[in-house]
T-cell receptor, first 119, second 112 residues
Framework: AQSVTQLDSHVSVSEGTPVLLRCNYSSSYSPSLFWYVQHPNKGLQLLLKYTSAATLVKGINGFEAEFKKSETSFHLTKPSAHMSDAAEYFCVVSDWLYAGGTSYGKLTFGQGTILTVHP | EAQVTQNPRYLITVTGKKLTVTCSQNMNHEYMSWYRQDPGLGLRQIYYSMNVEVTDKGDVPEGYKVSRKEKRNFPLILESPSPNQTSLYFC???????????FGPGTRLTVL
């Protein structure tokens, strides 16, 4: 069964310093991996997506993530944090399941990492 | 504008009073799903639908029902709500199960 572990429930950084949000996953097949962001009282927005093409994926707002199969990791990074990056971030794995002759994707969310950015 | 809409956005109800949360998407997506979000638990899938009249249980389906009679709509039904169903609910849609999910704005439900 697939699973996602976000290694930090809270991360606090100063504005202008690097951001690292860690995610490990387990999957039976070749998964798709996503990072979503949720700003306070808002819905979820896609940051970036990995689907077995380039292992380094660039997303919106200067974020990127690197897929490392040997480490089963998909950590999210940004070189320089901005106050507007303060939000909750979710790592998501999507894997194929097969049932009744039909294949379908199933998403599993991590528990979330709350990013705080200090002035 | 491509979007997923949910109604109502906020709902306070009492135990046992049936309610429906509507979800509609205008992107002609085949895949739709419902999630609940609880602090420290991330989002957990309640039900999903791969197409019209095709639905299946997610990770936490107990106490919920869904239907998919039309491609664009995927209502979530709580026949007899209980306080442990107090949560933030999100509807999402995508082209397929592994594609980017588009989320609605959320429905905050309180069951007293």
């Amino acid at each position: 069964a697939q699973s996602v572990t976000q290694l930090d429930s809270h991360v606090s950084v100063s504005e202008g310093t690097p951001v690292l949000l860690r995610c490990n996953y387990s999957s039976s097949y070749s998964p798709s991996l996503f990072w979503y962001v949720q700003h306070p009282n808002k819905g979820l927005q896609l940051l970036l997506k990995y689907t077995s093409a380039a292992t380094l994926v660039k997303g919106i707002n200067g974020f990127e993530a690197e897929f490392k199969k040997s480490e089963t990791s998909f950590h999210l990074t940004k070189p320089s944090a901005h106050m507007s990056d303060a939000a909750e971030y979710f790592c998501v794995v999507s894997d194929w399941l097969y049932a009744g002759g039909t294949s379908y994707g199933k998403l599993t969310f991590g528990q979330g990492t709350i990013l705080t950015v200090h002035p | 504008e491509a979007q997923v809409t949910q109604n109502p956005r906020y709902l306070i109800t009492v135990t046992g009073k049936k309610l429906t949360v509507t979800c509609s998407q205008n992107m002609n997506h085949e895949y739709m799903s419902w999630y609940r979000q609880d602090p420290g638990l991330g989002l957990r899938q309640i039900y999903y639908s791969m197409n019209v009249e095709v639905t299946d249980k997610g990770d936490v389906p107990e106490g919920y029902k869904v239907s998919r009679k039309e491609k664009r709509n995927f209502p979530l039904i709580l026949e007899s709500p209980s306080p442990n169903q107090t949560s933030l609910y999100f509807c999402a849609s995508s082209l397929g199960g592994q594609d980017t999910q588009y989320f609605g704005p959320g429905t905050r439900l309180t069951v007293l």
